[in-house]
């Protein structure tokens, strides 16, 4: 199968945006914007996010033990293409960005819809990403405004 044609495909389906970020080992902040993310359970309360093989910091991810989900709002779209482009040599990851941290350590995005503080549950193997799952730990819920939305490639508003 043609990989662009089904990643074609794929984005027919509009997706929210988030920015997943955790702190790694030697306290390095990390942060990296994904659409597929979804919530698999109310109880226990579960999330999951897949991430790439050949994302920089994979194994970060992979061994760290928690992460945070920031659900980005429509006014969010320099966040997502920040971390959308970190490794592109864009400087330190969290230079200008607004966050707080919890329990954790993982960086909790200023003004987002939605946070999910998060303990990895399991990781699972799924061809070229991993899907990740979390157990949500602590989350904050903003609403009241509309999400970042990504379809066929673009940003679109609701």
Not at 3 to 11: D, P, T, V, Y
Not at 110 to 134: K, P, Q, R, Y
Not at 138 to 148: A, I, Q, S, T, V
């Amino acid at each position: 199968m043609d990989k662009l044609s089904f990643r074609n495909a794929c984005g027919q389906f509009a997706t929210g945006v988030t920015v997943i970020t955790t702190t790694g080992p030697d306290g390095e902040l990390i942060g990296v914007t994904a659409n597929s993310f979804s919530s698999v359970s109310l109880d226990p309360p579960l999330v999951l996010f897949c991430l790439g093989r050949d994302a920089t910091s994979f194994s970060v991810f992979q061994t760290v033990g928690s992460f945070a989900v920031n659900i980005l709002s429509e006014d969010q779209k320099a966040a997502c293409m920040h971390f959308a482009r970190i490794g592109d040599d864009q400087g330190e990851p969290f230079d200008g960005v607004d966050f707080e941290t919890w329990d954790s350590g993982s960086p909790i995005l200023s003004d987002c819809l939605a946070n999910f503080e998060c303990t990895t549950e399991s990781i699972h193997d799924a061809g070229d990403h991993v899907i990740m799952v979390g157990r949500v730990n602590r989350m904050r819920c903003e609403g009241e405004r509309k999400p970042l939305v990504f379809y066929t490639g673009k940003f679109f508003q609701i």
